[in-house]
């Protein structure tokens, strides 16, 4: 009936009986798919009985009507600072200040010496929004230097004990930050920004072992969501070996795209390195930082903050210098990708882009975040073809406060992701971890839905700027894959590319909107190796 070519075609392994949303164009496929793997890439995607009368395997998988998608892709982490963030106090949902010492003193009797550091507290979410201040720390900790991290990594908190081991016990002028004062004018124990910089560069850093291991425990954390792709969006030289090397041991299977940290002295060694890549690895960007954050008041604004009305935030880039870097990363091969909160440091990033790249062009320079941008700098992306890269769940967590600090008007521009993906038809989404919580699925329902995971507003946040779901899901596949130079490689379901999937209890699309941060991940593969099984 079939002929000698039944079966007649070798695979390593074959999934089938699964509903796929393939993100490479094509409808969904109303009847049931099955994909071959060979080699750990897709050598033939197709009707179910098509392929397994074509195909035999030794590992065949019958997913039950679950649904395929490619391998999510996170385009904005800090996946490093993530991993090592499990080896410190976590902070994250504290609701008072309260809450944040009770923790940090449980974390101390179990790490009994050293630095105490962590990282979550946000004041905007605690009956007072006023910044914190060291003396119940000093109390607790008279002789043990602690310093916590605000949410978004642009301020924290110190003690007495970390101010004076930096030499910061005075109050004094710091380039691109600020040192908080109490009314006789001694530090208050908040850093901002380059203040906040200066004091954890003297922090001692974990040794190779313990970060080796964190790395290594925390890719399990993201296979868990379906994640197989991450860009690590600012690292050192010494980062992204220690990366390489983990994944050429085939102890770290996860993919990452790594972004060079754009600071000295580092940006010198990458300019020496140059870009590569390897079947894991992307090393060609570097990362700059143009402005700090919303939050905190460090995001660069065309006008004042209306809460702090003598305030615009902090451009940290000099001009000539950040000029001569782009040209020389431009010159080098280099993706640039810069971070811009605010609408002065988003207007400023793309005039020097502009500068640089000319016209239209296939560089694909990013500009991260773009919390605020001002409409009349939306035509200065597509001019030279710079792609916005954003976090929807930034919508959802400044949401409560961001108004007080933009207003009523600016507050319009602030978090238009339909405008932003309107600019060049693709709008890659990230989470920033661990600023923002991991999983994807908060990504998407962020994107689409504009609604916190408790269902906050009821009527959304700003829908008319919200995404539809296909082109939230192609932000966390295709579309983050081409912001990557990855597209020949991941990001879609065909025939070529690499076999990166995650399946799903459900169809995202199609799905009732209540119940999307419900969809349960059953498994996940990188290139054909299952790295998550919701079963075992």
Same mark, same amino acid.
């Given at each position: 009936?079939?002929?000698?070519?039944?079966?007649?075609?070798?695979?390593?392994?074959?999934?089938?009986?699964?509903?796929?949303?393939?993100?490479?164009?094509?409808?969904?496929?109303?009847?049931?798919?099955?994909?071959?793997?060979?080699?750990?890439?897709?050598?033939?995607?197709?009707?179910?009985?098509?392929?397994?009368?074509?195909?035999?395997?030794?590992?065949?998988?019958?997913?039950?009507?679950?649904?395929?998608?490619?391998?999510?892709?996170?385009?904005?982490?800090?996946?490093?600072?993530?991993?090592?963030?499990?080896?410190?106090?976590?902070?994250?949902?504290?609701?008072?200040?309260?809450?944040?010492?009770?923790?940090?003193?449980?974390?101390?009797?179990?790490?009994?010496?050293?630095?105490?550091?962590?990282?979550?507290?946000?004041?905007? #979410?605690? /009956?007072?929004?006023?910044?914190?201040?060291?003396? $119940?720390?000093?109390?607790?900790?008279?002789? +043990?230097? @602690? =310093?916590?991290?605000?949410?978004?990594?642009?301020?924290?908190?110190?003690?007495?004990?970390?101010?004076?081991?930096?030499?910061?016990?005075?109050?004094?002028?710091?380039?691109?930050?600020?040192?908080?004062?109490?009314?006789?004018?001694?530090?208050?124990?908040?850093?901002?920004?380059?203040?906040?910089?200066?004091?954890?560069?003297?922090?001692?850093?974990?040794?190779?072992?313990?970060?080796?291991?964190?790395?290594?425990?925390?890719?399990?954390?993201?296979?868990?969501?379906?994640?197989?792709?991450?860009?690590?969006?600012?690292? #050192?030289? /010494?980062?992204?070996?220690?990366?390489?090397?983990? $994944?050429?041991?085939?102890?770290?299977?996860? +993919?990452? @795209? =790594?972004?060079?940290?754009?600071?000295?002295?580092?940006?010198?060694?990458?300019?020496?390195?140059?870009?590569?890549?390897?079947?894991?690895?992307?090393?060609?960007?570097?990362?700059?930082?143009?402005?700090?954050?919303?939050?905190?008041?460090?995001?660069?604004?065309?006008?004042?903050?209306?809460?702090?009305?003598?305030?615009?935030?902090?451009?940290?880039?000099?001009?000539?210098?950040?000029?001569?870097?782009?040209?020389?990363?431009?010159?080098?091969?280099?993706?640039?990708?810069?971070?811009?909160?605010?609408?002065?440091?988003?207007?400023?990033?793309?005039?020097?882009?502009?500068?640089?790249?000319q016209g239209p062009n296939d560089k694909r320079w990013r500009i991260e975040h773009a919390q605020?941008?001002?409409?009349?700098?939306?035509?200065?992306?597509?001019?030279?073809?710079?792609?916005?890269?954003?976090?929807?769940?930034?919508?959802?967590?400044?949401?409560?406060?961001?108004?007080?600090?933009?207003?009523?008007?600016?507050?319009?521009?602030?978090?238009?992701?339909?405008?932003?993906?309107?600019?060049?038809?693709?709008?890659?989404?990230?989470?920033?971890?661990?600023?923002?919580?991991?999983?994807?699925?908060?990504?998407?329902?962020?994107?689409?839905?504009?609604?916190?995971?408790?269902?906050?507003?009821?009527?959304?946040?700003?829908?008319?700027?919200?995404?539809?779901?296909?082109?939230?899901?192609?932000?966390?596949?295709?579309?983050?894959?081409?912001?990557?130079?990855?597209?020949?490689?991941?990001?879609?379901?065909?025939?070529?590319?690499?076999?990166?999937?995650?399946?799903?209890?459900?169809?995202?699309?199609?799905?009732?909107?209540?119940?999307?941060?419900?969809?349960?991940?059953?498994?996940?593969?990188?290139a054909g190796v299952q790295t998550f099984n919701t079963t075992e």
């Amino acid at each position: 009936m079939y002929g000698c070519n039944f079966k007649s075609r070798k695979a390593d392994l074959i999934l089938h009986n699964a509903v796929a949303l393939t993100c490479d164009g094509s409808p969904q496929h109303a009847t049931p798919m099955a994909i071959a793997i060979v080699d750990g890439r897709i050598v033939a995607t197709g009707a179910e009985r098509a392929i397994l009368n074509s195909y035999s395997a030794e590992e065949k998988i019958d997913l039950q009507q679950a649904v395929i998608y490619p391998g999510f892709i996170d385009a904005h982490t800090h996946f490093t600072g993530y991993a090592l963030s499990l080896l410190n106090v976590d902070l994250v949902g504290t609701k008072s200040y309260q809450e944040v010492l009770d923790k940090v003193v449980d974390f101390s009797k179990s790490h009994p010496e050293g630095w105490i550091t962590g990282r979550g507290w946000d004041q905007n #979410d605690w /009956s007072s929004s006023e910044y914190p201040t060291l003396e $119940q720390l000093d109390k607790l900790f008279p002789d +043990r230097p @602690v =310093a916590i991290r605000r949410i978004d990594g642009h301020a924290l908190l110190a003690n007495s004990s970390a101010l004076r081991i930096a030499g910061m016990s005075n109050v004094r002028p710091i380039k691109g930050g600020e040192m908080l004062y109490l009314s006789d004018g001694s530090p208050s124990g908040v850093l901002i920004d380059g203040a906040a910089d200066s004091l954890l560069s003297i922090i001692p850093p974990p040794d190779d072992r313990t970060k080796d291991a964190a790395l290594i425990k925390a890719q399990y954390d993201l296979f868990a969501l379906g994640l197989t792709t991450v860009v690590d969006a600012g690292l #050192d030289v /010494s980062d992204i070996k220690r990366i390489d090397s983990l $994944q050429q041991s085939g102890d770290l299977l996860i +993919r990452v @795209v =790594a972004m060079f940290s754009g600071t000295s002295p580092n940006l010198d060694s990458a300019f020496a390195i140059g870009p590569y890549r390897t079947d894991r690895l992307v090393a060609q960007s570097i990362k700059f930082y143009m402005d700090g954050s919303l939050g905190s008041r460090g995001a660069a604004l065309l006008q004042p903050y209306s809460d702090r009305p003598s305030h615009s935030g902090f451009i940290f880039q000099d001009s000539i210098t950040f000029l001569s870097n782009l040209r020389t990363a431009h010159d080098l091969g280099f993706q640039v990708a810069t971070h811009c909160i605010g609408d002065s440091a988003v207007r400023n990033v793309l005039g020097f882009y502009n500068t640089v790249l000319q016209g239209p062009n296939d560089k694909r320079w990013r500009i991260e975040h773009a919390q605020v941008v001002h409409p009349s700098d939306l035509p200065l992306f597509s001019s030279a073809s710079i792609i916005p890269s954003v976090q929807p769940t930034h919508a959802t967590s400044d949401m409560y406060w961001a108004g007080e600090r933009l207003g009523r008007n600016r507050i319009r521009h602030a978090y238009a992701y339909r405008d932003l993906q309107d600019v060049l038809g693709i709008l890659p989404l990230g989470t920033d971890m661990p600023v923002e919580d991991i999983d994807p699925r908060k990504t998407f329902y962020a994107a689409t839905i504009r609604k916190d995971s408790e269902g906050y507003p009821s009527e959304g946040y700003h829908l008319d700027q919200s995404l539809d779901r296909e082109a939230a899901l192609h932000g966390m596949t295709l579309w983050s894959a081409i912001a990557n130079f990855q597209e020949d490689e991941v990001g879609s379901i065909e025939v070529g590319k690499w076999a990166d999937f995650v399946i799903l209890d459900r169809n995202l699309l199609t799905a009732d909107p209540d119940k999307l941060l419900d969809a349960k991940i059953l498994r996940t593969f990188i290139a054909g190796v299952q790295t998550f099984n919701t079963t075992e």
